[in-house]
């Protein structure tokens, strides 16, 4: 499959947010009209500046947010994701040649670059020195959740 038939797609998300205890009562027409004038912008503007796009997808959508949570959460680093595991054991100042992770090696990184190792581990990534402080160290990490 070539590049250009991949499909693409740009998303913008807002959201318009009336502050608790507004002591207003927003009637459908006037709320619609407001959803009409705000594609009609966003229309124009897209076409002008993302003119590569053929469509435009509106959803339109009226709560009332009783309950609303959005959480970030971090994924463990990864080569693709250009986190820890990126980085081999000389990008962290370890001057030391490529193999298994050693102890000593280990036990100069801080907690998140040791999950991250044992993350590897488990993944086969990357390996550790044959010793049982060196697996029970990794195991401890493995098995943490932060």
């Known amino acids: 499959m070539a590049d250009n038939?991949?499909?693409?797609?740009?998303?913008?998300?807002?959201?318009?947010?009336?502050?608790?205890?507004?002591?207003?009562n927003i009637r459908n027409t006037r709320r619609m009209a407001?959803?009409?004038?705000?594609?009609?912008a966003v229309e124009a503007l897209g076409a002008r500046e993302f003119p590569w796009a053929q469509t435009m997808t509106v959803r339109h959508e009226w709560m009332y947010a009783w309950h609303d949570e959005t959480e970030e959460r971090e994924l463990p680093p990864s080569p693709q994701n250009g986190g820890f595991a990126?980085?081999?054991?000389?990008?962290?100042?370890?001057?030391?040649?490529?193999?298994?992770?050693?102890?000593?090696?280990?036990?100069?990184?801080?907690?998140?670059?040791?999950?991250?190792?044992?993350?590897?581990?488990g993944?086969?990534?990357?390996?550790?020195?044959?010793d049982p402080e060196v697996h029970a160290l990794i195991a401890v990490y493995a098995d943490d959740e932060e």
């Open 5 to 24: 038939d991949v499909p693409r797609v740009l998303r913008l998300t807002f959201e318009f947010t009336v502050p608790k205890g507004l002591r207003v």
């Open 34 to 40: 407001a959803v009409k004038a705000l594609v009609a």
């Open 86 to 121: 990126a980085l081999g054991q000389d990008d962290l100042g370890l001057n030391e040649e490529s193999g298994p992770w050693t102890l000593a090696q280990l036990q100069r990184l801080g907690a998140k670059e040791l999950r991250a190792v044992a993350l590897d581990v």
């Open 123 to 130: 993944f086969g990534r990357t390996e550790i020195e044959d």
